[in-house]
């Protein structure tokens, strides 16, 4: 789960916001006032590209709330988002607001991002050459795949509890992967059952074009989701996932969870550790 810095706000810009209240309206930490959004160049042209792709793509491909909040949350095709008004909008739905972070942050950092209604968003762009991948997430990753279903409650409220869940293992590698496979299976590679068939809401799917043709395609392998499954399932970063997970809705993400604090809770007492509670603040421990 890597995150990079890539511009800074500018003084002005920030005595502009502190002088109307908007950084405590944001919760943003002091620390971290950096820019919102990448330079007008090369990048705008880029999302105006893969935004264009995945829109006519996606139409009949993803779930129809994300398509529908991708349009309440006014992205679109000309002008790179700002995550300055992305956030208030976010934080006004779910209490999410999104955060630039320096650097690759550890899962710890992470998972405190997400206890505290924070999102760490990459503001580095894919080159122009390599529009149909990604090797590692980028703003349009994050902005386009993540942003509109943390504008949804019981999908917010999933997030915020996973990381709050996460946190006590933050220093046991082994019980942290089987809660990182939750959240790939589900937040960046999840499938969910409509009315018309399955659709697509997983933030690595609609981020990317091959892989929303393939996962509702014949060769993909589709399961009903369910927790312990999901844990026992590893994690296959750069390949096609050899299998994806439907939910029926969203709220059944947030009704999971006592199922994993269950499964993680017995896994200790099994396998006991020294356990640190203490949490890095979000994006302030890197790898």
Same mark, same amino acid.
């Given at each position: 789960?890597?995150?990079?810095?890539?511009?800074?706000?500018?003084?002005?810009?920030?005595?502009?916001?502190?002088?109307?209240?908007?950084?405590?309206?944001?919760?943003?930490?002091?620390?971290?006032?950096?820019?919102?959004?990448?330079?007008?160049?090369?990048?705008?042209?880029?999302?105006?590209?893969?935004?264009?792709?995945?829109?006519?793509?996606?139409?009949?491909?993803?779930?129809?709330?994300?398509?529908?909040?991708?349009?309440?949350?006014?992205?679109?095709?000309?002008?790179?988002?700002?995550?300055i008004e992305l956030s208030l909008q976010l934080r006004?739905?779910?209490?999410?607001?999104?955060?630039?972070?320096?650097?690759?942050?550890?899962?710890?950092?992470?998972?405190?991002?997400?206890?505290?209604?924070?999102?760490?968003?990459?503001? *580095?762009?894919?080159?122009?050459? *390599?529009?149909?991948?990604?090797?590692?997430?980028?703003?349009?990753? *994050?902005?386009?795949?993540?942003?509109?279903?943390?504008?949804?409650?019981?999908?917010?409220?999933?997030?915020?509890?996973?990381?709050?869940?996460?946190?006590?293992?933050?220093?046991?590698?082994?019980?942290?992967?089987?809660?990182?496979?939750?959240?790939?299976?589900?937040?960046?590679?999840?499938?969910?059952? *409509?009315?018309?068939?399955?659709?697509?809401?997983?933030?690595?799917?609609?981020?990317?074009?091959?892989?929303?043709?393939?996962?509702?395609?014949?060769?993909?392998?589709?399961?009903?989701?369910?927790?312990?499954?999901?844990?026992?399932?590893?994690?296959?970063?750069?390949?096609?996932?050899?299998?994806?997970?439907?939910?029926?809705?969203?709220?059944?993400?947030?009704?999971?969870?006592?199922?994993?604090?269950?499964?993680?809770?017995?896994?200790?007492?099994?396998?006991?550790?020294?356990?640190?509670?203490?949490?890095?603040?979000?994006?302030?421990?890197?790898?």
């Open positions: 789960m890597g995150f990079w810095l890539f511009t800074t706000i500018s003084f002005i810009t920030i005595v502009y916001l502190f002088s109307i209240g908007i950084m405590n309206a944001l919760a943003l930490n002091p620390q971290h006032t950096q820019a919102a959004t990448p330079s007008h160049g090369e990048e705008a042209r880029i999302w105006r590209a893969l935004f264009e792709r995945q829109t006519l793509l996606l139409r009949d491909m993803a779930s129809p709330v994300f398509l529908q909040s991708v349009s309440a949350l006014g992205l679109r095709t000309e002008g790179l988002p700002s995550l006004k739905r779910t209490g999410f607001t999104l955060e630039p972070v320096p650097g690759v942050l550890t899962d710890k950092a992470f998972y405190t991002c997400l206890q505290a209604r924070r999102f760490p968003i990459v503001t *580095h762009f894919r080159d122009a050459e *390599h529009l149909t991948y990604a090797d590692r997430p980028d703003f349009f990753h *994050h902005i386009y795949g993540h942003v509109p279903l943390l504008a949804l409650p019981p999908y917010a409220d999933f997030m915020q509890l996973l990381g709050a869940l996460a946190l006590p293992y933050a220093d046991q590698p082994a019980m942290l992967e089987l809660i990182n496979r939750l959240y790939w299976y589900t937040i960046e590679f999840g499938l969910v059952q *409509h009315e018309n068939g399955l659709r697509i809401y997983g933030a690595g799917i609609v981020s990317s074009v091959a892989e929303t043709a393939y996962c509702l395609g014949p060769l993909a392998e589709r399961e009903a989701y369910d927790v312990q499954t999901v844990m026992a399932t590893p994690i296959q970063p750069l390949r096609f996932q050899r299998k994806y997970f439907v939910i029926q809705h969203f709220r059944q993400l947030y009704d999971s969870l006592p199922e994993l604090e269950r499964v993680l809770k017995a896994l200790a007492v099994l396998h006991p550790a020294p356990v640190r509670t203490g949490a890095a603040p979000c994006g302030v421990e890197f790898r």
